[in-house]
């Protein structure tokens, strides 16, 4: 069985490890929405954890990050209260917590979470904002698909409709049909009126 010294000698080696990362810690770190950067550091945290729980995993790691954060946020509690208090410096609560101090390069970040740790919730805002950009990207493609798919589609109307429509006759070559007609009756008329009048049969005296 491990003795409390070792332990808590692993842990102090881990929250080392956990200040020496801020990109998991520190909200306004340029390196803080990096997941490689995060991945890496949360791969150390769970190498030196698995020194006290053999099968630890990144899960584990983010509850004993909590459970140390919030041991810490109740003592730094008690602190404030009892100065507000108006006791004096001696009467003062004095943390007995004994990595209380270790957790002093947090200062205003060390904020409880009822549920999950921001580090948690990090993790979750990147995959969130994955899956968005992901959809975006599928949601642009089967646009333009679409897009490509109507043009296809209004060309082939287009060519399916000329196909139909009736040619008309070319430039130059007109129908002459309804002038030759036209022009045959004209000619038929002109030569009857050409031809010369009968003279009409003499008449018989009737009173001959």
Known sequence: MMSSRKRNAIL???????????????????????????????????????????????????????????????????????????????????????????????????IPRTSQSNIDEADQIEEIADARDSNETLDTVTSENINIAQN????????????????????????NEPEKLTNEVLTSIRDHFKRPVASPPPQEDRYL
């Not at 109307?157 to 009736?166: I, L």
């Open 152 to 175: 296809s589609s209004s060309q082939e109307q287009q060519q399916e409709s000329a196909a139909k429509r009736p040619r008309s006759s070319r430039p130059g070559k007109k129908n």
């Open 12 to 110: 102090e080696e881990f929250i080392e490890i956990y200040k020496s990362e801020p990109c998991i810690w520190r909200l306004k770190d340029k390196e803080y929405h990096d997941r490689n950067k995060r991945a890496a550091a949360y791969e150390k945290l769970i190498i030196k954890l698995r020194e006290l729980e053999p099968n630890a995993t990144k899960e584990d790691v983010v509850k004993k990050i909590n459970a140390l954060r919030s041991n810490v946020h109740r003592e730094k509690r008690k602190v404030e209260e009892s100065t507000k208090s108006g006791a004096s410096g001696d009467e003062i609560y004095k943390p007995s917590l004994w990595y209380y101090d270790m957790f002093e390069f947090l200062g205003d970040q060390d």
